[in-house]
T-cell receptor, first 114, second 109 residues
Framework: EAQVTQNPRYLITVTGKKLTVTCSQN?????MSWYRQDPGLGLRQIYY???????DKGDVPEGYKVSRKEKRNFPLILESPSPNQTSLYFC?????????????FGQGTRLTVV | LAKTTQPISMDSYEGQEVNITCSHN???????ITWYQQFPSQGPRFIIQ???TKVTNEVASLFIPADRKSSTLSLPRVSLSDTAVYYC??????????FGAGTRLFVKA
């Protein structure tokens, strides 16, 4: 089954403790992206990747890192999480970053930083 | 990236046709219009995409006038399960993506 898988689904952590949210897709998609969703603010793009080793900032990249060492994986790293990073996070992938394309989203990761 | 404007919310009753209009005055020549549906605590799901005129699939229709400055998502005979947030996106593909606040559709029995 074609899917985007995020782990964990839920995470409660403390301020400053580094964490990684994993994202994996099995569709051989070139393009992957991370979003955060907060009440009243819709989905905001954090980082995106056009292909392996190619990443760029979205609208809200501060406090986050990403890497794209393999085509299927695009982990989101919070080096020193803070309470304002408490949010619902979504990973997405699409066939290509060029031209019209359908994006597939993961189930989401609900992160709470205390 | 073209900015989009949608109504914040809409109410409907089961069995009615719902039309959600999105304005995108600054759409570029190579931009496509894409609509997504999102249920609470789930990732958005692709509904339909188009460039001009009319596109129809098994769940919705998308109407795009000749000037492409707006588009209308049409949901025929909605049911309670269509209660969700609907996002209109305009762009030429990946790169940066702006979702906006979306339209919250509430379907009543």
């Amino acid at each position: 089954e074609a899917q985007v898988t995020q782990n964990p689904r839920y995470l409660i952590t403390v301020t400053g403790k580094k964490l990684t949210v994993t994202c994996s897709q099995n569709m051989n998609h070139e393009y992957m992206s991370w979003y955060r969703q907060d009440p009243g603010l819709g989905l905001r793009q954090i980082y995106y990747s056009m292909n392996v080793e190619v990443t760029d900032k979205g609208d809200v990249p501060e406090g986050y890192k990403v890497s794209r060492k393999e085509k299927r994986n695009f982990p989101l790293i919070l080096e020193s999480p803070s309470p304002n990073q408490t949010s619902l996070y979504f990973c997405a992938s699409s066939l290509s970053g060029q031209g019209p394309t359908e994006a597939f989203f993961g189930q989401g990761t609900r992160l709470t930083v205390v | 990236l073209a900015k989009t404007t949608q109504p914040i919310s809409m109410d409907s009753y089961e069995g009615q046709e719902v039309n959600i209009t999105c304005s995108h005055n600054n759409i570029a020549t190579n931009d496509y219009i894409t609509w997504y549906q999102q249920f609470p605590s789930q990732g958005p799901r692709f509904i339909i995409q188009g460039y001009k005129t009319k596109v129809t699939n098994e769940v919705a229709s998308l109407f795009i006038p000749a000037d492409r400055k707006s588009s209308t998502l049409s949901l025929p005979r909605v049911s309670l399960s269509d209660t969700a947030v609907y996002y209109c996106l305009v762009g030429a593909g990946g790169f940066k993506t702006i979702f906006g606040a979306g339209t919250r559709l509430f379907v009543k029995a």
